[in-house]
């Protein structure tokens, strides 16, 4: 059973950085496409990032790109998220996921293992 597990989350001021984490269980994921995704109060489930968890190739959605960067620790089997120049309107919950086929997605259905979310708070 495969288990994801977001931490580092938290309230931070406008300008700061955060880094989220995603520790991975349950799973051999050498084929896997491991991403992250926010969803804010009222929105839909959005599309940050993923990376291809052997090659290390990366895919960026547009509202990220340049603030945000993915990486993951293959020996410790755990993602990261690194927020850096975060604005208010960051603010969500956000998510990683695990796709275990296929190349990158950027739409939730395409991804079968969900962590439980981590609280991510930008304040003006």
């Known amino acids: 059973q495969v288990q994801l597990v977001e931490s580092g989350g938290g309230l931070v001021q406008a300008g700061g950085s955060l880094r989220l984490s995603c520790a991975a269980s349950?799973?051999?994921?050498?084929?896997?496409?491991m991403g992250w995704f926010r969803q804010a109060p009222g929105k839909e489930r959005e599309f940050l990032c993923a990376?291809?968890?052997?090659?290390?190739?990366?895919t960026y959605g547009d509202s990220v790109k340049g603030r945000f960067t993915i990486s993951r620790d293959s020996a410790k089997n755990t993602m990261f998220l690194q927020m850096n120049s975060l604005e208010p309107e960051d603010t969500a919950v956000y998510y990683c996921?695990?796709?275990?086929?296929?190349?990158?997605?950027?739409?939730?259905?395409?991804?079968?293992?969900w962590g439980q979310g981590t609280q991510v708070t930008v304040s003006s």
């Open positions: 996921a695990a796709r275990s086929w296929g190349s990158v997605g950027t739409t939730p259905s395409e991804y079968n293992y």
């Open positions: 349950g799973g051999i994921f050498s084929s896997y496409v």
């Open positions: 990376i291809h968890w052997s090659g290390g190739s990366t």
